[in-house]
């Protein structure tokens, strides 16, 4: 085991770590963690909701979830050298649950659970069509995942952070924070928001107290969305073995890390999200100085997956058209077409006995592929979701004999607001 | 080799073959070929634009390309049984370029090729950054195409129908003429324009003519965009060994299939497109009977991709957030998102010494893999884009000893406009 | 379509054709065909018994096939610039049945077969267990294989030339004569022979005639055999993209190639053989000139297989040990393990209802994998093999049910001798 | 983390742990663990030598090595209500080196060691060109390998099991003590011997003690081959994921495991062996009653390999065949060609600046795959050995600019003896 430089205790909330770890981005968040070039470490990571979903049937935790106080994440790491301009090279070495602790009321201790949350809170990629709060605990053993929730399943986890990035300039964050007010200025009532402010309740900003918390709390950025620095960008193929470059901003980079997910369809289009866990991060780092403009890139990352993902070689997909479901014709819109075939596939799903709800948590958990088939087709792109046909214990394809039918048993926990 | 059921002679223009195709979906073009559940037959393809497009080295018969007369469909093919709420099974048994033709003046004869419209003229995914018209010819050496417009890649083709599709009903063509025009209206000036209305102009219908033919003309929807008959779909997993299930809409289903390729990288961001290529395609058909209701599947091709794509173990990946280029935060648009993440992985190719329209044909012709990675991390969804590094000559990935530089020879022909 | 340097027409014997190939190895053999290094070209190829193997369901045929006149080889070709000491790159470019012609008496047309000699007339890899003649067909349908003697089954096949090589010189003539008849003088009378010397009879020279004729015909090597020149490697893996690399021991290297596969397994256990066709194969040829030396390939071919074989991701695999089913044991015999291994598999299948004969058909034809697992562990050695699960149009799995019964049909023909 | 019924520390020797394990395979061993069908549940396994090998520069602890207490195996662990006849189904959940143990002087503490024998002390699978004691030691970065005895390589280690299976009954064990002994008595003298006899010397069984271990001890079968219970198939595919089914002999199966390797190459050709080391398996089992007889599966292991082995798509491959170096033709001996063929791959490597022990280890160590292409083409068989040319740090193609030199540094170790 490589050497843990930012340790949590399962027993202790995030903030009462030996360590503590911060939930905003900010250039002035000080990094208590320093590491060398060419080092090899490890990460404890804590599930994004610091322990508030329990492994119960009941979706009441999602529907009052803390949303203000996400991401947990363990950094800043500074990397001695770094400098901005340069890429930080960040290999994940190993990645997993909670090691060594195999049952426990915390995610990531042998299960894991995936959430959509309500409309009102914050919905999803299908909120119009899930618009309540649901929730299914998945469990583990060795890389596979099962749910009392979903019968007839079993896949493969592809283990992998969800977010992961180094600390914006303070002019990168100023250009974050007015290009995201601006949007919220267009609609700012609008359920739910289209962006996320500033904002200092819930902040928690590492070692910092007093009038710097305070300044930085009220400048800091949300962790929600991805960014130029990387941070939430939920890419299933950052799997154990990746190679990621990201641009570095500020002296040391300052890596930060969290939002483990023991497995995720692409897009996580549940929002809460994949199969959240906490668990552990082995990274190796390293630098190439002046990497970002000799390879021109200066902003997002780029990555090289790891060898060792889950192979399926059978496949059934799904297309959808830039089309509302109340047959508006939208224009080239990937979003929308992705949403129409993610909802086709949950209606094939409902034919062999599933419910919706399993239907969209099957799409949002296991290791499917959302890809951008056609974009250029005036007016309509083309989306496609895949499902591998080997996740279910039944023979999903369309034959003469029809849809087996299974039995969806006590279903998908939905909260009763 | 199956039954020719649909022959095209590569002398003769499409209109003038032993049986017409047709360039417009409508119900009422009559089907001259029929087959039966069970049947294996092949049907011969022209290029989408019927020999238009030279193996010479300049762009100018892409500007000048004939819009209107696209796409030169092979059908309608009628399938004996099949009614309305079928789905009709679609094996590809095999697709590739004109059989024992290895050159010649017609895209499919030992070459194929890959445009970008001119902004004036369709424009393309990325459009603002390249408004003009370029072209590059590919080389086909079995399944691996190359190109003297493109040096130091090299890949094996995944070919693929661009199109394929059933007949609509009288009711849902109207559908789609009603909602594609409620679009136009919101900018009919837009350049290039929202959606193409249907228009008589360069129509070609089968065995229809007179007054039936200006009918149908009149009427009968243009091919570009996909919709619920499958369509332009261009979804390039469409390969050799794919099964696809098409709703019916109509008495025989009245199957057409065109726009083959040789090879598309997903999204077929080009437009102009993926490597076009006339050849012919392999078809075996069957029904499951009252499918549409039994499996859910009322619009749009569901499909299990064929097992022998070009397979590759190492892939560079790019990602991209839903901000454009000036800045401008924008609300989950994974179009704008990919759209990112394709310039970013260009901007990287020139490091290597590529022209951005060397770097833009690669992305446009090649297996690349498109991801809606991430969909609901508001405001930013991550879309991401993957390249093969086996396709290069050389080492394309970062590392100490900078990019290495290829000589881009002469480069992508332009159009002088 | 390349160029076809060597034509075959499906309707003449292999002596009555254009250009006559040969079924022996010697230098002299004089090469009628001449390409230069770069160039790609089409070889047609015909069946290895030239036609004596019928389309229907008697075993016959297979009981009397002429093995005296095997391999009917196309060739030689002779490459200009090549000489003694150079590599020659082959490319497989394309290689399959014979082109447009979709159904007729000669295998290749449209369907193969796999055939076990009788013990008496060479036997196969369980000749003990399967002692008589017996034949299977199976028809194409674009790349996938199925047989109206083995239900149950159908498989994308793996096409390759089983036999392709370049000339031995006289004095590695001289070799192969000296020592393959100093194994037969060790044990003369054995059935079926320990090695096949050369042997005028039926021998097949290309243009030669008259006194070199009978010269040549008395020292030429027999085809059946691998060898230091490649030759009859049977390497399932050799598949459209594959790039193989040849010693040069004479001018011209004088490739030659032909005994086409739809499929095999692994070590075509059947001999007689993978799934038997006559076909078409598109070439490309280079030279690294002192490439033996300078890499070390004195002997034997070396490759890089094509990266479209098909795909599957499930399989099932069986191993045994170096004991004799009579229980003695034997000293690292990885032969005998892996014979021990494919009976278990054959075993295996006959619980599903399938008879001996089709589980062996079965290893023959699909793409099944033989490994040697375990070479050292003295006295076993351990060999596996592998088969695709997704073959199966059943459960093949063990599970808490047992065992799916399948109607084995008519089974496989055996000749009544 | 599964329970830990079989913990081992690596502190101390195997024989003062809290449960004492076994290196002979014996009806008798009493099982000291009991688990369920359905249970889940850790095995920690100590390296096949006991701490002997030390993480330094030198292969005396190879020739040295104590041969007589081979292999520590963890177990006997017995299975409730598992019945002679049943067959016992393993699942592999989890498995790697000693966990939470980066560094230490244990093989499995974040490094593992590859050793060749000397002939006079077992040999390897090429003993006659490499008659010494050779060592390398491999260091893990997650489940990548590289060496600093070896550069210019890194791999994605397939971590496995060498060893697993059921106990024999007295009558199985009998049998195998009777074959092995009737071949050592062919040649009782050989140097390395045909097979190891029983020998109470340094035998360890478990918690037995006085006369009855005594007579176990005289009776009891070695460890180094594989037979009909499983035992040490050193099959490289036995990855996490992957679902065993073993014959069941006696009541309760007494299943044991050991010999974890961190990679191997098919053969595990150097024999001391693949990368060896200590570490961890997490198992989950169940039965099927009666499934010997029920799947025909009476003897040595099935199983159905898991999903996330390591993904190569481009591999270069050497042929051999059956005949000897000294130019000798043997009879379709496959032990010969997979001998020769690899053979033909390391002296490839010394083109490129390897020593040929280098190159033999990067085969024992390495991800290859060795297969058995031909097995009837009388006389001559043809085996294959796959290199993934990822591995390598350099280009390892043959190419017209010839091979790259490496600089191979200190080397391998070797014995003085």
Redesign the interface.
């Given at each position: 085991?490589?050497?843990v430089v930012f340790p949590l205790d399962s027993n202790k909330k995030f903030t009462d770590q030996q360590i503590v770890g911060h939930n905003r981005w900010h250039p002035d968040i000080p990094a208590q963690v320093r590491v060398k070039p060419g080092d090899?470490f490890r990460v404890d990571c804590r599930e994004w909701f610091d322990g508030a979903i329990q492994n119960d049937d009941s979706a009441e935790d999602i529907l009052h979830a803390p949303l203000l106080s996400v991401h947990t994440l363990s950094g800043p790491i500074a990397v001695e050298g770094a400098e901005p301009g340069d890429?930080l090279i960040v290999?994940?070495?190993?990645v997993g649950p909670i090691?060594?602790?195999?049952s426990g009321p915390l995610a990531g201790q042998g299960w894991g659970y995936t959430g959509i949350f309500a409309k009102a809170n914050?919905g999803?990629?299908l909120t119009d069509q899930f618009p309540d709060a649901y929730k299914v605990i998945w469990d583990f053993?060795?890389?596979?995942a099962t749910s009392r929730h979903v019968p007839g399943v079993s896949f493969?986890g592809i283990i992998h952070p969800g977010l992961m990035g180094t600390a914006p300039s303070a002019e990168l964050l100023a250009?974050w924070n007015a290009?995201?007010q601006?949007?919220i200025d267009t609609d700012p009532d609008r359920v739910?928001?289209?962006?996320?402010p500033p904002n200092p309740d819930s902040a928690i900003l590492g070692s910092l107290s007093g009038a710097e918390f305070d300044r930085v709390a009220a400048e800091a950025a949300r962790t929600?969305?991805?960014?130029?620095n990387g941070g939430?960008?939920?890419?299933?193929?950052l799997s154990?073995?990746t190679r990621i470059?990201y641009p570095v901003f500020v002296d040391g980079a300052k890596l930060s890390v969290g939002d483990l997910h023991f497995s995720q369809g692409?897009?996580?289009?549940?929002?809460c999200?994949a199969i959240e866990m906490g668990g552990f991060i082995?990274l190796?780092v390293d630098l190439?100085k002046g990497?970002m403009q000799?390879?021109?890139?200066s902003?997002?990352?780029?990555?090289?997956?790891?060898?060792?993902?889950?192979?399926?070689?059978?496949?059934?997909?799904?297309?959808?058209?830039s089309?509302t479901l109340d047959?508006?014709?939208?224009?080239?819109?990937?979003?929308l077409s992705?949403q129409?075939?993610c909802l086709?596939a949950i209606?094939?799903l409902?034919?062999f006995g599933y419910t919706p709800e399993q239907g969209y948590m099957i799409l949002g958990a296991a290791p499917i592929?959302?890809?951008?088939?056609?974009?250029?087709?005036?007016?309509?792109?083309?989306?496609?979701v895949?499902l591998p046909?080997?996740i279910f214990d039944f023979d999903v394809?369309?034959?003469?004999g029809?849809?087996h039918q299974i039995d969806p048993g006590q279903g998908v926990p939905k909260a009763s607001f």
């Open positions: 085991m490589p050497e090899v890429l290999d994940i070495v190993d090691p060594q602790e195999d914050g999803s990629f053993r060795g890389q596979v493969t250009k290009r995201e601006a949007l739910p928001p289209l962006a996320l929600a969305p991805p960014r130029e939430n960008q939920d890419i299933k193929n154990k073995g470059f692409d897009g996580e289009i549940t929002f999200g082995d190796h190439i990497g000799t390879y021109g890139v902003e997002n990352a780029i990555f090289m997956p790891g060898n060792t993902e889950p192979q399926y070689s059978q496949w059934l997909a799904f297309s959808g058209t089309v047959g508006e014709q939208r224009y080239l819109d990937s979003h992705y129409r075939a086709h209606n094939y409902t034919k592929e959302g890809r951008l088939s056609g974009v250029v087709d005036i007016p309509n792109s083309c989306s496609t895949y046909t080997a394809r369309p034959g003469p029809g849809p």
